[in-house]
């Protein structure tokens, strides 16, 4: 099964990665950002293995931006958002944004890939960060360009911290979903909507004090979104996405239509939700 | 009593934020919270001696807090029932390491010793225990400040310990349930005023109803100015920005607090219907 083959690929990536951040990252505590955000050296393994030799255009300005707090309120909790500069056509677009976060245990926190559909390559979402950290967005527009944004963050412990404020109220919503969509919607005009999973997305990095023993991780690992059966929004996502996955994004409604999200977590378990909508301006 | 300093963990304060102290029965003395360090938990039991040769034998807990418990180590060779509320060991499980991790990390040797001890004994609801002619009666509450927090009274003086239930001066923290903890306010504030109140953070006795409302006002204003933006379809950052703000001038320690309390409304107000 195809789904069965990419978790093992994606776990021998995470695991590889993992192994590389403990053997080669610096303990990093250090007050001001690296003198060159390219001189990483999580990065250039990162780097190697998603993208090889491939060039990166490093002055993304006009492709695409990232947005996040250059100190985080909560390190398992902060809120980013990646804006491409441009609306996505049939003959220009952007087909997927990588987001790494260099000094996360895993530091490939997502993959987004999008279509001409989705109206718009924009994403916002709330990411752990484990440490002070340079936080990319490489997007890769149709004709295989590569272009990234890049941010420091200072945040830390956002992995090992413990989820859950309620960690009885969580268990007992695990997979319950919300979807909405702001604002009119129009046919034929890019509109946002936001796609919210109750998870408890852990790491598995916070030891238990009682047990001494660190819990397997458990998150969502995958986010298919569709309107009227054509794909809006992929995703492979892993636990540097905050405790209740939540994911704004764009779709162009082409007419009446229902608005489909699945999501599949590491333990294979599927959730569902859907969505009907009426853009107003349609012939249908 | 001993009253907690209103800052950040430091360590020249050697993590000496949380109110604590204890109570000295016919035959017992109870302990109510220990301090966020192991050398504060000393100082205390050091005052306890100081007063009485009579046996530690209760350690209560007041929630999962490191400013409230990591001076519990200092009475672990005094024996005594540590006292929490039933979902008090679980959060210790899961953020113990988190916490003595970090306290290490901010103190540095100050914070030496400093360890999670998890409570023998739990209460569900409610429990009374006798220091000798003297009654402690034990409440554990739904998730509000945090998803274990406890509250003493004790009978001989009316005194109500409401530990971070209650918050002078200093900005409350929201590490449980925004909604319960604004459902218990409610409720105290249906209640008499007792003789005494304790609070985590601030002066003992303070007016019972204007504490009560400022915290009120304070969680209210978060609420419904988080809702608004959720409503709005502002996104977490951009309510971090706005919501709550007008409460600046109203407490010590905001800015270190307020916008994480902000980043917890908006996302449990978010899974609202």
Not at chain 1, 85 to 100: D, H, K, N, P
Request: hydrophobic content about 45%; aromatic content about 8%; charged content about 20%.
């Amino acid at each position: 099964m195809p789904a069965i083959c990419s978790t093992v690929l994606r776990h021998a990536l995470v695991a590889t990665l993992a192994a590389v951040t403990c053997a080669v990252a610096p303990p990093v505590r250090a007050a001001d950002p690296d003198p060159d955000p390219q001189a990483s050296a999580i990065w250039q393994r990162v780097r190697e293995s998603l993208f090889q030799g491939r060039t990166i255009e490093s002055d993304a300005s006009a492709v695409v931006a990232l947005d996040a707090p250059l100190r985080a309120e909560d390190a398992s909790t902060v809120p980013i958002a990646i804006h491409t500069r441009f609306a996505q056509t049939s003959s220009r677009y952007v087909t997927q944004v990588y987001l790494v976060i260099d000094n996360n245990p895993s530091p490939i926190a997502a993959v987004f890939r999008f279509t001409p559909d989705s109206g718009r390559a924009d994403i916002e979402t709330r990411v752990r960060i484990e440490a002070y950290t340079f936080m990319r967005a490489i997007a890769e527009t149709n004709d295989g360009k590569l272009y990234m944004a890049t941010r420091w963050v200072k945040a830390a412990g956002g992995c090992s911290a413990p989820a859950g404020k309620d960690a009885a109220a969580a268990m007992a919503n695990l997979g319950r979903m919300k979807m909405r969509v702001d604002g009119p919607v129009t046919v034929g005009k890019p509109v946002q909507a936001q796609l919210m999973i109750s998870h408890p997305n852990s790491s598995g990095l916070a030891m238990d004090q009682v047990t001494r023993l660190y819990r397997p991780p458990y998150f969502v690992r995958k986010v298919s979104v569709s309107y009227a059966g054509r794909v809006v929004l992929e995703a492979d996502v892993d636990f540097s996405i905050s405790e209740n996955p939540n994911f704004r994004f764009f779709f162009v409604p082409a007419g009446e239509g229902e608005l489909q999200a699945q999501v599949v977590d590491s333990k294979d378990l599927s959730y569902q939700e859907r969505l009907q909508i009426r853009p107003s301006g349609g012939s249908s | 009593m001993h009253a907690g300093l209103q800052e950040e963990a430091s360590a020249a304060n050697r993590g000496d934020l949380a109110n604590v102290g204890f109570v000295v029965g016919a035959a017992c003395v109870a302990v109510i919270d220990t301090g966020g360090t192991l050398a504060v938990g000393r100082a205390l039991r050091a005052s306890v001696r100081r007063v009485t040769s009579l046996p530690v034998c209760f350690v209560v807990n007041t929630h999962v807090h490191p400013d409230h418990v990591f001076g519990n180590a200092a009475f672990v060779d005094d024996r005594p029932q540590f006292i929490g509320h039933a979902r008090l060991a679980a959060a210790m499980a899961a953020r113990g390491d988190n916490y003595t991790r970090a306290v290490l990390r901010d103190l540095g040797s100050v914070a030496a010793g400093s360890t999670m001890v998890a409570p023998t004994r739990v209460v569900d609801d409610t429990r009374t225990i006798d220091l000798g002619d003297r009654l402690l009666r034990l409440r554990a509450w739904p998730s509000a400040h945090t998803d274990d927090d406890l509250t003493v009274f004790d009978e001989a003086t009316g005194t109500w310990w409401l530990s971070d239930l209650l918050f002078v001066e200093r900005v409350p923290v929201v590490d449980g349930n925004l909604r319960g903890w604004l459902k218990v306010l409610a409720e105290l504030r249906e209640t008499a005023a007792p003789a005494h109140v304790v609070p985590g953070h601030g002066p003992v006795d303070p007016p019972w109803e204007r504490a009560l409302d400022d915290e009120r006002r304070y969680l209210d204003t978060v609420a419904r100015e988080v809702r608004a933006a959720i409503k709005a379809g502002l996104t977490m950052q951009q309510a971090v920005d706005t919501a709550g703000v007008s409460e600046r001038p109203h407490w010590r320690l905001f800015d270190a607090y307020h916008r994480r309390n902000v980043t917890a409304a908006y996302a449990e107000l978010e899974w609202e219907d």
